[in-house]
């Protein structure tokens, strides 16, 4: 087949695009990929009732995405189901992370751990949780005489401020939270990335390709005049690390306020509004103007309320009377998906 030679004269390549072009090419794609397609980070919210499931919400479940990662937090019942209806990657969940073992925080466990049985799942489950769970899940196991195909490796954590989990982009730790069992929240930080090369200094400087990554790292580059151009002119910095907190369930307490300190979103417990403030007490739970007040106090870029107790079915004054203490209060629905960082 032969097209239309002036066509193909256009379409063709333009050999002589020096080596360096084709560096600033590689850099500017980088470049463009990377401040608009940053690494997925949203959560998810399964039910964000407390204690009780009501007609309208179920309890405790989130499912955070981060990259290619599925990490669900608490699992409350039905929360499979909602992974279902919501069409969430429910089979691609590696690691989850349990609170307390109050009910209306990991009911739903068993029954997602008895589907991922039956449907095959062959790949490693990993569960951190306050201990006792082990044991729970095992008994139920025991008692319909199965065993799991697949392995679940369960991680006992006694103490905040651990790190429990990282790779390559993202670290866990733990936060140690005030409510009557031992209970703990978990902050999920993304690691800084390195900055970007300057293209413009690339191509004024004739920087060759082997020093990129020294100067990504923070070195300062030497020309061939001995000329040292400082590394703040070579680079364009990374954008800021993101960061999401689980803080649920907990009384008001400021113990874990140092390591919530301007995340992007934090999640909070506020389970009353503030005139049922002595109850909120005596069960160890926050009101909206508590969760509030720890969102300001720790200078969070974003809060979003859940755990609402079942005696509530308007929601409205949950949103007023949270955002008379810290304006940029959401509240959690179901089904409701929220990007970290977003509103940043
Ligand atoms: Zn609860
Ligand atoms: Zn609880």
């Given at each position: 087949m032969h097209g239309n030679p002036a066509k193909l004269e256009k379409l063709s390549?333009?050999?002589h695009i020096s080596a360096n072009n084709i560096i600033f090419l590689i850099f500017e794609c980088n470049r463009i990929f990377y401040l608009?397609?940053?690494?997925?980070?949203?959560?998810?919210?399964?039910?964000?009732?407390?204690?009780?499931?009501?007609?309208?919400?179920?309890?405790?479940?989130?499912?955070l995405q981060y990259h290619n990662k599925n990490f669900l937090l608490d699992c409350a019942e039905g929360a499979q189901k909602q992974l279902r209806r919501l069409r969430l990657p429910m089979m691609k969940i590696d690691h989850i992370f349990i609170s307390h073992l109050h009910g209306d925080h990991y009911l739903g466990l068993p029954g997602l751990l008895f589907s991922y049985h039956l449907l095959g799942r062959d790949r490693k489950l990993h569960i951190y949780s306050p201990p006792g769970l082990q044991e729970i899940i095992e008994l139920q196991f025991k008692a319909s005489k199965h065993v799991p195909a697949y392995i679940i490796e369960f991680h006992e954590i006694t103490e905040g401020k651990q790190i429990i989990y990282e790779d390559k982009h993202l670290s866990v730790e733990t936060m140690e939270m005030w409510h009557r069992l031992p209970t703990f929240g978990y902050l999920f930080r993304e690691k800084p990335a390195l900055p970007n090369m300057s293209k413009e200094a690339i191509a004024l400087y004739d920087i060759p390709v082997e020093q990129i990554n020294n100067i990504k790292a923070g070195k300062d580059f030497t020309t061939p005049q001995g000329e040292v151009i400082p590394n703040e002119?070579?680079?364009?910095?990374?954008?800021?690390?993101?960061?999401?907190?689980?803080?649920?369930?907990?009384?008001?307490?400021?113990?874990?306020?140092?390591?919530?300190?301007g995340v992007d979103l934090l999640y909070h417990e506020a389970t009353f509004l503030q005139d049922k403030a002595a109850i909120a007490r005596e069960k160890t739970h926050c009101t909206t103007f508590e969760a509030a007040t720890i969102a300001a106090k720790a200078q969070v870029k974003q809060l979003m309320l859940g755990h609402y107790s079942a005696r509530y079915d308007d929601m409205a004054l949950f949103e007023k009377e949270a955002r008379s203490v810290f304006p940029n209060t959401l509240l959690a629905q179901e089904g409701m998906k929220i990007v970290v960082g977003e509103d940043s």
């Open positions: 390549i333009p050999w608009f397609m940053r690494k997925l980070f949203q959560t998810h919210i399964l039910g964000c009732s407390a204690a009780t499931p009501t007609s309208l919400r179920h309890t405790t479940a989130q499912l002119k070579l680079i364009t910095p990374a954008p800021l690390p993101r960061s999401f907190a689980f803080c649920s369930d907990t009384g008001y307490t400021e113990q874990y306020l140092e390591q919530i300190s």
